[in-house]
C-alpha cells in the first residue's frame, strides 16, 4: 500500500508541474470540470496548487440532483466558486420545439444535436479568450480516448489541450480520492462509472465496459458528447 501511495503521488506531482507549465506557457488556462471522479482529483490538485487556473462546469439542466450536491461539497470544503455556464435558453426551446423534450432517443442525429446545445455551444463561450483547457481524459476509459496525447493543438476549438491524468488509472485515481479523503459523486458507489445527464447515464452490469452506461442504446464507436473529437488531433510539440 505504501508502494502505491508514494507512486499515486509522485503521479499528482507530475500532474502538478504539468499545470503549471501550462499555466507559464498558455495563460489563461481553463479546466473544464466533469465533476467525475478523475475531475475530484483534478479539482484537489489546482484548487489546492495552482488555484491561477479558472475552473468551469457545465449545466446542461438535466444533471443528477446528486452532481448538484457535489458541487455544493467541492465548493465548501475548498472556499471557492465553481463557475457554471447554461445553455442558451432560447436553443433549448428551439431544440425542444424540433426534437422532442427526450428526442435524443430517437437517432444519433438528434443526440448530437442535444449535446450540441446543451455542452458544446456552453463549451465554446466557456473557453473563449482562453490558451489552453484541461481535461481528466485517460486512456484506460475507451478506445477513442485512448488515442489522446497528453498535449495537442485542438484545432476543433481552437487552444492547446492538455491531458494530465492520461496515464492514470482508474484504480489510481479512487487511490488518491480515499487517501485525501476528497468528496465524490455518490452515484459512484451505485455502479455509475461514467455520470452525465440523467436521461443519457445508467448504471453499469458486471462485464460491461467502464463506459457502458453513456448513450448506452448507440454503437460504442459513436458514444462521445462531440467535446473529444473521435480523430487524434496533431500533438503539441514541446
Not at 500500500?1 to 508541474?17: D, S
Request: hydrophobic share 40%; charged share 25%.
Amino acid at each position: 500500500m505504501g508502494e502505491l501511495l508514494n507512486r499515486i503521488e509522485q503521479k499528482a506531482e507530475a500532474v502538478r508541474a504539468s499545470l503549471a507549465e501550462a499555466v507559464r506557457t498558455h495563460t489563461p488556462v481553463a479546466y473544464a470540470n466533469s465533476l467525475g471522479a478523475e475531475a475530484m482529483v483534478l479539482t484537489d490538485i489546482i484548487w489546492t496548487h495552482v488555484p491561477e487556473i479558472d475552473v468551469f462546469s457545465i449545466d446542461t439542466g438535466r444533471l443528477h440532483q446528486e452532481t448538484y450536491d457535489l458541487m455544493e461539497k467541492l465548493q465548501r470544503r475548498y472556499g471557492r466558486t465553481l463557475r457554471l455556464v447554461h445553455p442558451d435558453a432560447g436553443a433549448l426551446e428551439r431544440l425542444s420545439a424540433h426534437r422532442g423534450v427526450n428526442g435524443f432517443y430517437h437517432s444519433l442525429d438528434a443526440r448530437l444535436e442535444c449535446c450540441q446545445v446543451r455542452k458544446i455551444e456552453p463549451f465554446k463561450r466557456a473557453i473563449a479568450g482562453f490558451g489552453a483547457w484541461i481535461t481528466g481524459v485517460r486512456r484506460e476509459q475507451s478506445a477513442v480516448r485512448a488515442l489522446a496525447a497528453p498535449l495537442e493543438w485542438d484545432a476543433q476549438y481552437g487552444l492547446y489541450k492538455l491531458s494530465p491524468l492520461l496515464e492514470w488509472s482508474e484504480a489510481e485515481v479512487w487511490q488518491y480520492i480515499r487517501s485525501h479523503k476528497l468528496p465524490y459523486n455518490v452515484l459512484h458507489d451505485r455502479q455509475f462509472p461514467s455520470i452525465g445527464c440523467v436521461p443519457c447515464t445508467r448504471a453499469i452490469q458486471p462485464g460491461e465496459s467502464r463506459r457502458a452506461g453513456r448513450w448506452w442504446w448507440e454503437h460504442p464507436e459513436s458514444r462521445e458528447c462531440g467535446l473529444h473529437p473521435r480523430e487524434r488531433r496533431a500533438t503539441a510539440q514541446a
